[in-house]
Structures are given as structure tokens and as C-alpha cells.
């Protein structure tokens, strides 16, 4: 007799194998859903990277249309949706535009609005899964990614930085981008890097990815290519230019063209093909499964203490 643990090849076709296409089509038919949210100084580009990476006009972009007007900015938290459809497949994505934190004189807090918007989805999801007839697929509008960006400056990360990029961490995963990267040279963009990934351990930031238990030796050796190149040096452009006759996503400066997807210029490619191609989905799985569970953990065992007799309160008597 068989044991449970031995694995048994039938003596004729079954046909269970086709388990992945069944999956695989009723996910088509459901769609997708990606959560962003861009964080930063005002000014770093961080809608037109967005539009950059996604191919598309997503976010209208708050640049200065004429060279003496000042620079336009979001005053508030704003949610963008667009369902984008490529080879079939439907991705239904939610961008997150913040307010330029750290832009005020005094900026005590100014973090405040965007970890509680991040809690509030978490806490939109807890009470959906809560409810007694619920819905048979809960809207997911948890944060799966949160792009921050930080100012080309090639010194340092602003304290203000740090204490933003550790709360930030604690609630989403967390992905430092170093913005406008072309306004330094290729030895500055490494030191810099190399500071600021100093900085972050130093200060305790853990950004993604993380190496979990399931992960195998070929997602671990990924992980560890795409920390080893954190924070991404990137360019974004919606713009076309013409290079050797071919028409290339870029801008142009007074030293020539930068090539948007020129792994020579930047890392622009890298950052996209880890979004899309390679984490697209392990983003989406630990939301659910480290910064959810966490929140939902917490608030769950809240409601347990609360709901508790004080104590020193005699308990009812039986009759």
C-alpha cells in the first residue's frame, strides 16, 4: 500500500495536469489588480516615471509647462485607476500620488497622512473579510508597492528620509528609487548608492524583497541581484527622441540624448522588468502575507483584549 508522502504516476492519462490552464483562465477572466504609491519631495518626476514604466498616460504630470511658472504640486492624497490590457491579460492598476513631503518649514508629521492611508486600506480590507456575507472576491485596495524617491543630491539621505523610509517599511514594501539620476555621473550614482544602502542598514530600513521559507535557490540568487542594485539610478520620460535613426523613449540635455531604456544611461529597464516581470506577483502575495497579517493580527487580538471583562469584575452567575 502507497504511503502519503510517495508520489504514485498513473498507469494512463488522468488529466489533472491541466489544473494550471484551468487556473490560469479563470484568472484572465477576473483581471489583475496593483496597488502603487509614489512618495517624495516634490519635483523628483514621480508621475512621469510612473507613465514611463507603464507605458501609458496615467498621471498627469505636475512639471512646469513654461520655464518662469513655479512647479505645480498635489495638495492631497489622490487614487488613480486604469485597467491596462496587454497580450490579454487585464491589470487593473491603482496609482497613489502623495503630497511632496519634507517641502514645509516645519515638517513634524508630515508622514502622518500617508501611513494612515496605507492602515485605512488595510483596515477597508479587514472589515470586508469580516463581514458576515461577503463578497466571493474582496476589492483588494491594499498597497503592494510603494515607490519612494529620493533626491539626486549624491551626499546623503535627509534624517527626515530615514524616519519616513523605517515607518514606511513597517506597513508596505518599500522600494528607494534615486530620481533624475542623470544629474550625476556614473561614480557618483555608485557612491551614492553605496551610501545610501549604508544608511539604510545602519538605521534599520529593511526594503524589498525578503527571503521567505518557500522561496527557492533561484528566487533567492533574483533577491539578491535586485538588493545588490537598490536604489535604482533612474530616468523617466514620456518624450521620444531619435537616436541613430531610431525613436527611443528619452530627453535631451546640452551634453546629448538620454536613452530612457539605455542600461548605459540608467536603470530604468532593471526597475520595470523587477516591477512587472519578476515581482509583480511575490509584491501582491507579501502584502497579504507579512504587512496584512501583521495589521490584521494586531487588530484582531484589540478586539479580544477589548472585549474582555475588566478585571477585578465579578462574572456573571450561572442559574
Known sequence: MATATEEIQPSSYVGF??????????????????????????????????????????????????????????????????????????????IVDTPGYGDQINNEGCWDPIIRYIKDQHSAYLRKELTAMRDRYIQDSRIHCCLFFINPTGHSLRPIDIIVLKKLSEVVNVVPIIAKSDSLTLEERENFK??????????GVISYPFDTDEADEEEIQVNEIVRSMIPFAVVGSERTVIVNGKTVRGRKNRWGVINVEDEAHCEFVHLRNFLTRTHLQDLIETTAQIHYEAFRSRQLLALKDASRPAQGTASPEKH
Request: overall charge positive.
Open 17 to 94: 495536469d491541466s489544473i494550471t490552464q484551468q487556473i490560469e483562465h479563470k484568472l484572465l477572466k477576473r483581471g489583475f489588480q496593483f496597488n502603487v504609491i509614489v512618495v517624495g519631495q516634490t519635483g523628483l518626476g514621480k508621475s512621469t516615471l510612473i507613465n514611463t514604466i507603464f507605458a501609458s498616460h496615467l498621471i498627469d504630470t505636475k512639471g512646469r509647462l513654461a520655464a518662469d511658472e513655479p512647479v505645480r504640486q498635489t495638495t492631497d492624497i489622490q487614487a488613480v485607476s486604469h485597467t491596462i490590457v496587454e497580450n490579454g491579460v487585464r491589470l487593473k492598476l491603482n
Open 194 to 203: 553605496q551610501k545610501i544602502r549604508a544608511e539604510l542598514a545602519y538605521n
